[in-house]
């Protein structure tokens, strides 16, 4: 009896330790996969250099962001301003400022660069012959600017499209990222008559690079895709705007510049399941600095969740830049923040000994993690959506309320807001 009984008790026991080791076991597991999930940061500047007094405040704007940890930086749009003339001597000046950056750094052509060069102020030059010697310089290399450089793919790689090396392709940690030529301007639409001849070439190239992008991310079952652009695509005129036109009688808008780009969007957000992140400039200048929202509907009208729009317009394009966090352990994968340059530069760092482990040159002005939002009941409102909501109800889309400014924020400080993906 006393030997069944002690049999028993040590049956348990036994049991019991299983259950623990398995348990350790299971909880070490998830602890090592969200681990492994990718962690990184990057960071975007809003064309600061509209004049020739503007590359000292660029070239501090470059040499901050040189001490943060980050995969790299987006110089989103217009090397130069409207009024400036579009000399070969100014290229290569701005070209020398971009390089100087700490980190990889990918250049995104904005209207100004070569779109408004055939005014006279800017000197009335033959705007494809500006794209071109862009191409022929700033895009010259398969690789990023920068002090170190990030290998990046063009589009001129394929034949078809050997001339568009400004379109471009990188990847960081299982995302993928491109690069468009899409401007502002209506995206260099004329609308005098006869074949448009550069819009139309460049129209079919952006959207081959896009949809290819779209399944280059699929076949890797990447994480997200990330594109950046100049322009602002007015996702508020769609197809059916244009259809009905002529209701107007009189009154027809002009031919939307963005609407094959729009088309693109569509079918590259039904052809990749994941995240699709837009993230393009605004010239005017923001409350909070950015703007997050899901402006994309089909033909059909239905709403496509699976894409977000960052729109950023800094109060102090000068001394202010956005830094995007992205965290795939963590529900809200991408935080957004805006950053403020502090007044005095941190002393570069001593070269270090021999044998000696160089120390972090630089600590972020403020963490760029946030937590994630708070849940909105059902039925209200809210101006920033998740990145995947769980159930979207199509509704029309409509603009955020406008907040009102805050005041200037003190040095190193922030404002910040997440996008959230669900399951």
Known sequence: MTLTVEREMSRRVLRIVASAVALLAALSCTCEAEAAKPRFAFGIIAGPAHSAPDETATQRLLDVIGH????????????????????????????????SSRVP???????????DCDSAQAGGYDVTERLDFLRQTIFADNASLGQSTLALTRE??????????ENVRWQVDGTVFVGLNVVGGNNHYLNAGGRNGEYDDRAIATAFWLEHAAQYAR???AHALVAFMEADPNFKRGKHAEQFSWLRFGRRLPRDGYIEFK???????????????????????????FS?????????GEHLANLTRIEFGPREAMTQWIRIEANFAKA?????????????????????????????????????????????????????????????EPQAPTLPAPEPAPDQPPDGATDQDSMQRGT
């Open 292 to 300: 997050i929202d899901q402006p994309l509907y089909d033909d059909n």
């Open 332 to 392: 809200p994968p991408f935080q957004v923040s805006v950053r403020q340059i502090p007044r005095t530069l941190p002393q570069p760092p001593a070269e270090p000994l021999p044998g000696e482990d160089s120390a972090p040159a630089f600590t972020p002005s403020a963490s760029g993690v946030m937590p994630a939002p708070a849940p909105v009941p059902p039925g209200a409102p809210t101006d920033e959506p998740p990145l995947l909501p769980l159930l979207p």
């Open 263 to 289: 088309r693109s969007l569509v079918k590259a957000a039904k052809t990749f399941p994941g995240p699709i992140v837009i993230v393009h400039a605004t010239p005017h200048a923001l409350p909070r600095g």
């Open 219 to 221: 076949r890797r079952h």
């Open 68 to 99: 943060e940890q980050l995969a790299f930086v987006v110089y989103d749009g217009n090397l130069k301003g409207a009024t400036q003339r579009c000399d070969d001597a100014l290229y290569e000046q701005r070209q020398q400022v971009l390089q």
């Open 156 to 165: 001129s790689e394929v034949a078809r499209f050997h001339a568009y090396r």
């Open 105 to 115: 750094l990918i250049f995104i052509p904005g209207q100004h660069d070569w779109a």
